[in-house]
């Protein structure tokens, strides 16, 4: 029976591969970095802990993936997002630094600025989720 974590194994492995093609690295190139970041010189003898740290790595040195999804139909657009954020905000009393702190728990980006589209709807829904909480708290309040 195969393991229930190969398709994140492949999906790694493939990750790993296609950092090396957009960064240019020769085979040489990319065996030292192997060695370099984990001791070992294939990608398929690599742990979980492993692959991530070269993915890390890649990334560090300037590989960017390409987002394949397609945006959700009919979504927000990015301005709308953020002034649909801003509104949330503002009835929660909150500042921007607040929203800038979930971006970086949530995704580890340094501020809301930096979100793509899909992050941003998940920053309102959090943001949605946090408000009906609110409400349901206050005396005669309906979380509905």
Known sequence: MPSPFEPVRIRELRRIHTGKRTLCLDDDTY??????VTGKRSAADLTAPQRRAVIDE??????????????????LGKTRLL???EAL??????????????AKH?????AVAFCDDRQL?????????????????????DAA
Do not use: C, S
């Open 121 to 141: 709807h998940k920053i309102v829904a959090a943001l949605m989720i946090d408000q009906k909480r609110r409400q349901a708290r206050q005396p005669g309040g």
């Open 89 to 102: 905000l503002a009835d929660a009393g909150r500042p921007w630094t607040y929203v800038d702190g979930m």
């Open 58 to 75: 890649l990334y560090r040195l300037g590989f960017k993936p390409k987002d394949h999804r397609k945006p959700a139909p009919g979504g």
């Open 83 to 85: 002034n649909k954020i």
């Open 106 to 110: 949530m995704f580890g980006l340094d």
């Open 31 to 36: 065996r030292d970095l192997l060695e370099r």
